[in-house]
């Protein structure tokens, strides 16, 4: 299969510039890299008991669902002591009922401290603004790393956003890093191991180069709307002499219109030179025909992109479907999906893990919007052949699911779901919630597309 691939793309050798020590890598040997990185990931293995407390009556759970009330959230709004401290009482008996990841964060004996933290908390006021009360539940709630959990829109854990530093483009030697003047990095301060910040990534030619990227907690909102600055520069040392690199503001890609959705194209088709390229945003079944259609068009090309860039997530069902329409075959991922309330397995748990043989080339293109089921599928992915991934880390959402109640004096409205849990592998570069899954080739997101076309196309004589 690797053979056909190769004849396929035509592939050449890309030559970068330097000694004969600099890793120079052929698209097939980087592919094969690539392959044998994904194909290692194991699926994770669990004893679902684990995660499993007590069972709920579904009527019992879907009370909390059925009295969400369309009140506004008013921030301003004043809270009596005892108000409050009912909000709380509610609060955390949704959390037994409904809360898929309950026993995964410790179950009661977290849950349960964290309560009396709270009301101790508020016992100490005889009254309380609705602002102040939701930042003393979401600070207390911490130990909930949970994307999907929210308190008016608002997470309890910062997201791992990526600040790029490509004043310099470094390459790869037998003897650790140079950058392309030939200069030999001897380190970098603060940071022991070398390979941990420098990410292989593209330069603005479309050729193989390597950059230092750091991983920063921020405040998912404050990096969708503004720009964002790091706050450490990277002093390189040299064998004969230093650099000071700053990294580039860093701001969330995204094409939807986040105040106007309803001017949002959900899925759509281009071709970039001669390559096709699908969009879609949103894993919606109203749209579902159009999504697997994407699928099997670009099955008909030897090199094709799909672009999740701006894709959220949506319907747990399609991110398999499409992967089937795409491969021709069953995909399974890595992951366990437990109904802790019912004490089962669900349908989106996977099986027998397999690797399916593609003998096309899938170009998958992420940043930190892509998020839940676009992971999902990402997840699915990794048991294809030749899937590349590339733009920056995921969003890091996919332990919970989403679905909302309403506290019923605040009117605080809380995503907590409906009882279930997805545990991946946890294992070092893999998934991590918050942080998400890493990409294969490091570019930041609104730049993705243009760069590996134009590597590709080097490639493809």
Not at 118 to 135: A, G, P, Y
Not at 168 to 186: C, E, I, P, S, W
Not at 349 to 372: M, Q, R
């Amino acid at each position: 299969m690797k053979k056909k691939l190769c004849a396929i793309l035509s592939l050449s050798i890309l030559c970068l510039s330097g000694c004969s020590s600099v890793e120079n890598l052929t698209f097939e040997e980087l592919m094969e890299e690539v392959n044998a990185k994904h194909q290692a990931v194991e699926s994770v293995d669990v004893n679902i008991s684990d995660y499993i407390g007590d069972l709920v009556d579904y009527n019992q759970r879907n009370q909390y669902y059925l009295n969400h009330t369309q009140e506004k959230y008013d921030p301003e709004k004043m809270l009596t002591q005892q108000q409050a401290i009912e909000d709380v009482t509610y609060l955390f008996d949704a959390f037994h009922d409904c809360y898929g990841p309950y026993e995964y964060f410790g179950g009661a004996k977290v849950f349960d401290v964290a309560e009396e933290k709270i009301k101790e908390e508020l016992q100490k006021q005889e009254s309380v603004k609705s602002e102040d009360f939701e930042q003393l539940l979401l600070q207390e709630l911490k130990f909930v790393k949970d994307a999907h959990f929210g308190i008016n829109m608002q997470r309890t854990n910062p997201v791992k956003i990526p600040f790029f530093f490509r004043e310099t483009a470094f390459q790869k030697t037998r003897n650790g890093y140079q950058n392309t003047d030939g200069k030999q990095v001897k380190s970098v301060e603060g940071y022991e191991n070398l390979d941990e910040i420098m990410k292989r990534s593209l330069s603005k030619e479309g050729e193989l180069v390597y950059y230092p990227v750091l991983l920063k907690d921020c405040d998912f909102w404050d990096a969708l709307e503004t720009p964002q600055t790091c706050d450490e520069t990277l002093i390189v040392h040299y064998t004969n002499g230093d650099e000071e690199l700053e990294a580039e503001p860093y701001q969330m890609y995204t094409e939807m219109d986040i105040e106007h959705p309803e001017k949002n194209k959900v899925a759509r088709v281009w071709e970039d030179g001669e390559i096709p390229v699908f969009q879609f945003n949103m894993f919606d079944e109203k749209y579902k025909n159009s999504i697997l259609t994407g699928a099997k068009k670009l099955r008909e090309a030897p090199v094709s992109i799909l672009d999740l860039r701006s894709n959220t997530g949506g319907d747990g069902d399609i991110p398999g479907e499409w992967m089937e329409r795409y491969t021709g075959e069953v995909v399974s991922g890595h992951k366990t999906v437990i109904d802790t309330k019912e004490g089962r397995k669900t349908k989106h748990a996977d099986t027998e893990e397999t690797w399916v043989e593609n003998d096309t080339l899938l170009i998958i293109l992420v940043g930190k919007y892509s998020a839940s089921s676009s992971e999902w599928l990402l997840d699915l992915a990794y048991n294809v052949e030749n899937v590349l991934i590339v733009g920056e880390n995921t969003l890091g959402g996919i332990i919970g699911m989403t679905s909302k109640i309403s506290l019923p004096n605040s009117a605080c409205q809380v995503d907590i779901g409906s009882g279930k849990v997805s545990l991946f592998p946890e294992d070092e570069g893999y998934m991590e919630e918050f942080r998400g899954f890493y990409p294969d080739i490091w570019v930041p997101a609104g730049e993705a597309e243009e760069r590996i076309v134009k590597y590709v196309e080097k490639n493809c004589k």
